[in-house]
């Protein structure tokens, strides 16, 4: 039956990957590293790592993945490159690298001296891959990494705000082009002495008895 | 199965996203491609960590998901800093550091 979960789980993540690779709109590149994250999540769940196929689901195809949704939206339009590829040329170029790394890789995995490599792992013990002592870990042995994580992020979220802040008004273009007009019109127009009549006056408005005082402005005005 | 299967499974996604990095002009798809490489990276690290039976590969793999969600967040933030400015969104074209 694991076996059975095992190749479900990893030709959706293989699948998931290449299609990262290969997909032109990075919406649906975005869509297929979801698809490879739930798959690779299996994949901890049958290496009995409950605790981090969690945080794979809820960090990464929660948060992170949501992340890059809302750039794509902001930035997607405007993302697909100007000329195409770097042509069949360096296509070609990077499968082969690729093709060669996987074999190093597949070497380095068969020709390794790990005997245990090709067994199903060690013995299960009750408290492997729990919060309990993943937490233990965290607070014991793995202190120092833990408060340096914690520093690492406070200055990643503190160098994202100053990366993509603005820098006055809505674009620098905009005000540029806003100092450039001259705006020219008579004084107090646009205000309320306006509307009244006293500034700009329309021919026809001073006999209508709008108000009292109004009333009697144009009874002056008529004289 | 075997741990040997898992650690293919990780070579395979690790040499998909090599490739994809080294193909891709986008600045966005480069950035899920390194998604995918760390991804295979923590995949070993908890095949490891069943084959050894102790907990220090999972440790070693949420370590990894810290400096992702980092890389993530100041990758994207430089992609958004630079389509402010309305320059081109090519990987070919990022050369220069001058503000």
């Known amino acids: ?223 | 199965m075997n741990i040997g299967w898992y650690l293919a499974v990780s070579a395979l996604v690790f040499c998909t996203g090599a490739a994809g990095v080294l193909t891709r002009r986008s600045p966005l798809v480069i950035l899920l491609c390194l998604e995918l490489m760390l991804n295979a990276a923590n995949l070993a690290l908890i095949a490891f960590s069943r084959m050894w039976g102790n907990g220090d590969g999972q440790i070693f793999a949420i370590i990894v998901m810290v400096v992702a969600a980092c890389e993530v967040c100041i990758g994207l933030g430089l992609v958004v800093a630079i389509f402010r400015r309305r320059l081109p969104i090519d990987v070919d074209e990022m050369r220069e550091l001058h503000g």
């Open chain 1, 1 to 223: 039956m694991s076996a059975v979960l095992f190749f479900i789980a990893g030709i959706g993540a293989v699948a998931g990957a290449i299609g990262v690779a290969t997909v032109r709109n990075p919406f649906y590149a975005v869509l297929a590293l979801v698809s490879h994250l739930l798959c690779l999540a299996a994949l901890f769940l049958l290496l009995r790592a409950e605790f981090v196929a969690a945080a794979q689901v809820v960090v990464y195809a929660g948060a992170v993945m949501v992340l890059y949704v809302f750039v794509v939206a902001y930035v997607g339009g405007a993302a697909d490159p100007v000329r195409p590829a770097g042509g069949p040329g360096l296509r070609a170029a990077s499968i082969v690298f690729a093709a060669l790394l996987f074999a190093e890789l597949l070497i380095a995995i068969i020709g390794s001296g790990l005997k245990a490599i090709d067994t199903k792992g060690a013995a299960y013990q009750p408290g492997f891959g729990t919060p309990n002592q993943i937490g233990e870990l965290l607070l014991t042995r793995f202190l120092f990494p833990f408060e340096t994580a914690s520093f690492l992020l406070l200055i990643a979220a503190v160098g994202a705000v100053v990366l993509a802040r603005r820098r006055g008004g809505l674009d620098p273009d905009h005000d540029e082009l806003m100092r450039t007009i001259p705006v020219k019109r008579p004084l107090g127009t646009g205000t309320t002495r306006e509307g009244v009549g006293d500034v700009n006056p329309t021919p026809g408005m001073g006999s209508l008895p709008i108000a009292v005082g109004a009333g009697d402005e144009s009874q002056e005005r008529g004289r």
